[in-house]
């Protein structure tokens, strides 16, 4: 009969393979994650070389690494993403933010930020701000080359329109994404131009009415500032030419010439009564004006119209004239629809010119 020391000493020797690789496995694990930190600046280097292209500056003060042994955590001192073209200028600031990859995945990266702010200017002038907490961030690159930036405000952040329009959204986000070389030859046609980027634009909870404010001390049943506590806006645009326009006359002249073009792919607005969705396209002139149309449809177009009265942007004649329009064009699924037209420097609207504009940049 055998004894029980030389079985369990058998035992222990049938495990000592398994015990072997997994301690073997663990350090080619850690050399392989000290490693990747190690060339966690040259990624990040490489990162902002290839923003570059895109005319977009990375700049941060200092950041270190962390986050063994699970993943990579690089952690930023602010950080600041600029794109300046001409006159116009967007900034991406944070005092601090904390980026996280796996180290096997590195083309991925999730951005933490407490506290942000993201802003468009016009020379001096704010033209779009939004400030919030518990922001996100999505960075996606493959094939050496940025595929996706993507941001992600929650917490109810903070939205201003111009100098004293200011509200707070239920949440906002902003996404941009570059085609890889085979999509852009897929989008390429005799007539098309490759798509360069999409971009989209996802707004959730704006409160509209803030932004009337009636004449009467007590509201109306029929004021705008009673039927539309919230708005939710949602739009995406991809942009096609032969080269990403930049903001100067030369550029966008030459992105014009060459058969530029920026296609709404989709609109929708939502609220409590009015649903609008649509597309559309846009094009430059040779004055560098914005030219092109935009279809909405939907079940009514009174909300709307109800709604760009109360905000002063057409009359009660204008607004009688464009609900004869759209009540004139249905869909076959009977829904009403309203045209936007942009040519020659006047806004067009269901028959009625309801403004007019200049060149999109001064030469």
Do not use: C
């Not at 993943?71 to 900034?91: N, S, V």
């Not at 914005?290 to 009660?316: F, H, Q, T, Y």
């Amino acid at each position: 009969m055998p004894s029980n020391s030389s079985s369990k000493f058998g035992f222990v020797t049938s495990l000592s393979p398994v015990v072997t690789l997994l301690f073997l496995g663990s350090i080619v694990y850690a050399v392989y994650w000290y490693y990747m930190a190690e060339n966690a600046e040259t990624y990040v280097r490489t990162l902002r070389d290839d923003l570059r292209q895109y005319g977009i500056e990375l700049d941060y003060d200092d950041f270190s690494i962390g986050g063994f042994p699970y993943r990579l955590e690089l952690d930023f001192e602010d950080p600041t993403l600029t794109i300046e073209q001409g006159p116009a200028t967007l900034t991406w600031r944070a005092p601090e933010a904390q980026a996280i990859a796996q180290p096997w995945k590195l083309n991925h990266a999730i951005i933490v930020m407490p506290a942000s702010q993201l802003t468009l200017r016009n020379d001096d002038d704010t033209m779009f701000q939004v400030r919030g907490d518990n922001a996100q961030a999505s960075v996606r690159v493959e094939e050496g080359s940025l595929r996706q930036i993507s941001v992600a405000y929650g917490g109810e952040p903070m939205m201003q329109f111009g100098r004293e329009t200011t509200m707070n959204a239920t949440s906002a986000g902003f996404h941009l994404r570059i085609p890889s070389a085979a999509e852009k030859a897929a989008t390429t046609t005799d007539l098309n131009q490759p798509k360069l980027a999409d971009l989209a634009v996802i707004i959730k909870g704006l409160p509209v009415a803030e932004m009337i404010k009636p004449e009467r001390k007590t509201p109306r049943p029929g004021d705008a500032i009673k039927t539309y506590p919230t708005t939710d806006f949602e739009g995406y645009l991809s942009i096609h030419g032969s080269s990403m326009p930049q903001l100067s006359v030369a550029n966008l002249k030459r992105w014009s010439d060459n058969s530029g073009i920026a296609n709404i792919n989709g609109i929708v607005v939502k609220s409590s009564d009015l649903t609008l969705s649509g597309d559309g396209s846009f094009a430059l002139d040779q004055s560098l004006s914005l030219e092109g149309a935009i279809s909405l449809k939907g079940r009514s177009a009174a909300p709307a119209l109800d709604l760009l009265e109360a905000l002063k942007v057409i009359n009660a004649d204008q607004k009688a004239t464009m609900a004869s329009a759209a009540q004139n064009f249905q869909t076959d699924e009977g829904l009403e629809q309203l045209s936007i037209m942009l040519l020659g420097g006047t806004v067009n609207m269901g028959g009625e010119t309801i403004g007019r504009y200049g060149p999109f940049i001064k030469r």
